[in-house]
């Protein structure tokens, strides 16, 4: 089990800045997926980007402009950068992880149901 722990929410102008932070602990496995979900009220958890063990990066369709996730392996953490917030950002934002690659998935990594570790989550609130 990885645990995953996130930070850097916070509330945010439209067209502003923030960029989160997941810290994780050492995977056991060598390949590994890392991916930010976001879930607002009375919605569905939505697969914001992902990036695998090798730096490999999918990004949902809303994400592909605004959004960039990285990875600094000597620390343990993965970094969702989001740039022109708008107030549709407006959600809790998870980190999840799961042993394997999103490039074997169907889903490519932005559906929940492959990932089997979750953080609690931050808060993100954009205000316009």
């Known amino acids: 089990q990885v645990q995953l722990v996130e930070s850097g929410g916070g509330s945010a102008q439209a067209g502003g800045s923030l960029r989160l932070s997941c810290a994780t602990s050492?995977?056991?496995?060598?390949?590994?997926?890392l991916g930010w979900f976001r879930q607002a009220p009375a919605k569905e958890p939505e697969g914001v980007a992902v990036?695998?063990?090798?730096?490999?990066?999918n990004y949902a369709d809303s994400a592909k402009a605004r959004c960039v996730i990285s990875k600094d392996d000597a620390k343990d953490i993965i970094y969702l950068q989001m740039d022109s917030l708008k107030p549709e950002d407006t959600a809790m934002y998870f980190c999840?992880?799961?042993?394997?690659?999103?490039?074997?998935?169907?889903?490519?990594?932005?559906?929940?149901?492959?990932?089997?570790?979750w953080g609690q989550g931050t808060q993100v609130t954009v205000s316009s």
């Open positions: 999840a992880a799961f042993a394997g690659s999103w490039r074997s998935l169907m889903s490519r990594g932005l559906e929940p149901y492959a990932y089997s570790d």
């Open positions: 050492r995977f056991t496995s060598a390949r590994y997926s």
């Open positions: 990036i695998d063990s090798d730096g490999a990066t």
